[in-house]
């Protein structure tokens, strides 16, 4: 499989970032590319009010995304916000095949984290996706799932063989090592490539410094062995990568960690014990 990453700086104008989103698409379209992920908030930066930025999955941004699918025959996966039920928004990731409808992961682990409280006003989804894509099952999950190996290991199990991660990773101290050590570790878990896509780190020195998780760059394409098989900087930047999907069945035949693994009994809390 050829798979483009899209290592972006998206702003806080949707319509912008939709210019950047189609030029970076045509180009992997123009170099084979079956897909192209984006990073997480690629509609709209954090760190802004996002209430009036979010549209459905059918309305006027997702359908520009759509359209380009259609046109560069590409599979895009790109991060943006819904309307949720209870009047807070849903951080969606849009995944755009061409000649299908689009469908949306909403992210389930909220980053209610260092001094971030992203639940405040997301409300969080409830169920994995796995989609295929020119014939490769592709799972996604977003930013903070990372920290969460069961959704990584649930997303293989549903046939998973590459699993996209839009991303816009905090900045601080230790941050670019946890990140790495969680990619590393998610491929390892799932025996699945790790196409884990960040925001770039900002330009802009005052949206650097914000609270809200701006990005950070170090996008990473992990073999489903936990090896490295592309890196970015911290900057803007974009890749086509080929993959080879017979990894995938090596290391879950090799590493058999999804084969080997059993149910722990949870601990009862309240139950006496010694």
């Given at each position: 499989?050829?798979?483009?990453?899209?290592?972006?700086?998206?702003?806080?104008?949707?319509?912008?970032?939709?210019?950047?989103?189609?030029?970076?698409?045509?180009?992997?379209?123009?170099?084979?590319?079956?897909?192209?992920?984006?990073?997480?908030?690629?509609?709209?930066?954090?760190?802004?009010?996002?209430?009036?930025?979010?549209?459905?999955?059918?309305?006027?941004?997702?359908?520009?995304?759509?359209q380009l699918a259609d046109d560069q025959q590409i599979t895009v996966i790109a991060g943006m916000f819904t309307p949720a039920a209870d009047g807070r928004?849903?951080?969606?990731?849009?995944?755009?095949?061409?000649?299908?409808?689009?469908?949306?992961?909403?992210?389930?682990?909220?980053?209610?984290?260092?001094?971030?409280?992203?639940?405040?006003?997301?409300?969080?989804?409830?169920?994995?996706?796995?989609?295929?894509?020119?014939?490769?099952?592709?799972?996604?999950?977003?930013?903070?799932?990372?920290?969460?190996?069961?959704?990584?290991t649930e997303l293989a199990r549903r046939g998973a063989q590459v699993i996209a991660v839009p991303t816009s990773w905090g900045s601080g101290p230790g941050?670019?090592?946890?990140?790495?050590?969680?990619?590393?570790?998610?491929?390892?878990?799932?025996?699945?490539?790790?196409?884990?896509?960040?925001?770039?780190?900002?330009?802009?020195?005052?949206?650097?410094?914000?609270?809200?998780?701006?990005?950070?760059?170090?996008?990473?394409?992990?073999?489903?062995?936990?090896?490295?098989?592309?890196?970015?900087?911290?900057?803007?930047?974009?890749?086509?990568h080929d993959i080879d999907l017979a990894l995938t069945d090596k290391a879950r035949t090799a590493l058999a960690v999804l084969a080997n693994a059993r149910?722990?009994?949870?601990?009862?809390?309240?139950?006496?014990?010694?």
């Amino acid at each position: 499989m050829r798979l483009a990453m899209a290592q972006i700086s998206s702003s806080e104008h949707p319509v912008k970032n939709l210019e950047v989103i189609r030029d970076r698409t045509r180009d992997a379209a123009a170099n084979g590319a079956e897909l192209i992920v984006f990073p997480e908030a690629a509609m709209c930066r954090f760190g802004v009010p996002l209430t009036s930025v979010a549209q459905p999955l059918d309305g006027p941004w997702a359908n520009s995304v759509v359209q380009l699918a259609d046109d560069q025959q590409i599979t895009v996966i790109a991060g943006m916000f819904t309307p949720a039920a209870d009047g807070r928004i849903h951080n969606t990731i849009l995944v755009a095949r061409p000649g299908r409808d689009p469908v949306g992961y909403h992210k389930i682990h909220l980053f209610d984290a260092f001094n971030f409280a992203e639940s405040r006003t997301i409300a969080p989804g409830s169920e994995p996706l796995v989609v295929d894509v020119a014939g490769t099952s592709i799972g996604i999950a977003t930013c903070y799932d990372i920290r969460f190996p069961n959704l990584f290991t649930e997303l293989a199990r549903r046939g998973a063989q590459v699993i996209a991660v839009p991303t816009s990773w905090g900045s601080g101290p230790g941050k670019q090592a946890q990140w790495e050590t969680l990619t590393a570790a998610r491929a390892l878990d799932s025996t699945s490539f790790i196409a884990a896509v960040g925001q770039a780190s900002p330009a802009d020195p005052e949206v650097a410094k914000s609270s809200a998780p701006t990005g950070i760059g170090h996008s990473r394409l992990l073999d489903p062995f936990g090896s490295v098989v592309a890196e970015y900087d911290s900057t803007v930047q974009a890749g086509v990568h080929d993959i080879d999907l017979a990894l995938t069945d090596k290391a879950r035949t090799a590493l058999a960690v999804l084969a080997n693994a059993r149910e722990i009994p949870r601990l009862d809390r309240t139950a006496p014990h010694d």
